[in-house]
């Protein structure tokens, strides 16, 4: 097992810190964030690209770092700890896509629309997962048995994943909407990217802040099956905030790569639940047989790889 001892030093956790929230108020207050805009492919695209970059820009400094000040030996697996990890995320981040689609398409959300709210998903999201790294990497350093009672979730919620990767969750049931609508004063109809307006004096919710809460409920549901999986490979709690942050910080452009295309991926479900049950089983049978995070990387890139090379020539031959 690897050790819980971070290599991220107080410095290089405030410098990441401060580049996150650097890019967020670029995004925010330069790049059009706050014009209502429907956003092409080619901007997508251009986004996807620079945060992929600059991730692995990233783990390249991380690396020439390590090198020099805890040997090669070092800055390679964390190296390799990294990429594994952010594959991970990447790929699950993947599913997240979906799931904003099948939202914004209950709700009617306007392309234009979408950006304002997945801007403050992604925000919530940050938060969410620093509050449950940092709480995460406590408890596997005082209770290191908790990481077989993840092992067994994440087999759970890959073989859950197989048998309802078909199936599409219906939103009029869900317990936090339900519970939105009857506590909250909702006014119906078109308000633009506004999450609230006033009636009379009297303040009510838009339908685009119930896109939000769902979106932000996505997030954490989502938080609870890929925080587990990076633990399976590295227990750094530098390692596993700065592959998760990155792959969250691209998330919103790859939700606009991928939103006109997403059915031509739809086998990629039945690769991501697949890699999610390796993952469990890798941490279950770790008293026996410790998997390299290089093998583990391999492994996780052929699923993903197939899937997606899978679903490609399915939706080729269905279209012919």
Do not use: C
Request: charged fraction near 15%; hydrophobic fraction near 60%; aromatic fraction near 14%.
């Amino acid at each position: 097992m690897n050790s819980t001892i971070s290599i991220g030093e107080p410095w290089m956790w405030a410098a990441f810190i401060a580049f996150v929230l650097v890019m967020l108020a670029l995004d925010l207050f330069v790049f059009g964030g706050r014009k209502a805009h429907k956003v092409s492919v080619k901007e997508a695209a251009t986004w996807s690209l620079v945060w992929v970059s600059l991730a692995l820009t990233f783990n390249a400094g991380l690396w020439w770092y390590l090198t020099g000040t805890a040997g090669a030996e070092i800055a390679d697996r964390k190296a390799l700890e990294f990429l594994t990890g952010y594959l991970i995320e990447k790929s699950l981040s993947v599913d997240n896509v979906f799931i904003f689609l099948l939202i914004f398409a209950s709700f009617h959300v306007a392309p234009e629309f979408q950006r304002r709210v997945l801007i403050y998903g992604v925000l919530g999201a940050i938060v969410m997962r620093a509050v449950m790294i940092l709480a995460g990497a406590w408890v596997v350093q005082e209770f290191s048995w908790v990481l077989y009672l993840f092992g067994a979730f994440l087999v759970v919620t890959g073989m859950r994943m197989l048998v309802m990767a078909e199936k599409e969750p219906d939103l009029t049931k869900n317990p936090v909407l339900k519970f939105a609508r009857k506590h909250l004063r909702i006014a119906e109809g078109d308000h633009g990217e506004k999450f609230s307006v006033m009636k009379d004096g009297v303040r009510y919710f838009t339908p685009l802040f119930l896109v939000l809460i769902l979106i932000e409920v996505t997030d954490l549901v989502f938080a609870v099956d890929s925080i587990p999986a990076i633990f399976a490979i590295t227990t750094d709690p530098f390692i596993v905030f700065t592959s998760n942050i990155f792959a969250i910080m691209g998330l919103r452009a790859l939700y606009f790569l991928l939103a006109d295309v997403a059915d031509r991926f739809h086998l990629l479900k039945y690769g991501l639940a697949m890699v999610l049950t390796f993952i469990g089983a890798k941490m279950l049978i770790m008293p026996w047989y410790h998997v390299p995070v290089g093998a583990s990387l391999a492994i996780v890139a052929v699923l993903i790889g197939s899937s997606v090379i899978a679903s490609l020539i399915a939706t080729r031959k269905r279209a012919d």
